[in-house]
């Protein structure tokens, strides 16, 4: 978690919206882990402020590269919506981590 600062995790194409996920789900778990370090704030914070730029209800008729981070905004989306997007192999958007988030 501390090398977290020193990492270029910006270039990680939604890494600010999955990672606060995981994190959530490590706590439900009770795993123990610094849950309050400054740079899970401002990670969190980067979250919400890229939610708050991204039309939501456009993603159900265009899907856009935020579906390859389903799992970072599974608690914000229209799951029925959702799941139309399932592409003709069942997955969705040929992402691993985005399919196996719509299975569960």
Known sequence: MALLEEETHEKLCGFELV?????????KLDL???????????????????LRKIPLHLIYTTPTSIVYSLEGIRDVVDWEQILKLQQTDGSFMCSPAATACAYL
């Open 19 to 27: 990672f606060p996920s995981i994190l959530d789900d490590a706590k």
């Open 32 to 50: 123990n882990f610094p849950y309050n370090l400054p740079i899970i704030d401002k990670l969190r914070s980067a979250r919400e402020e890229k």
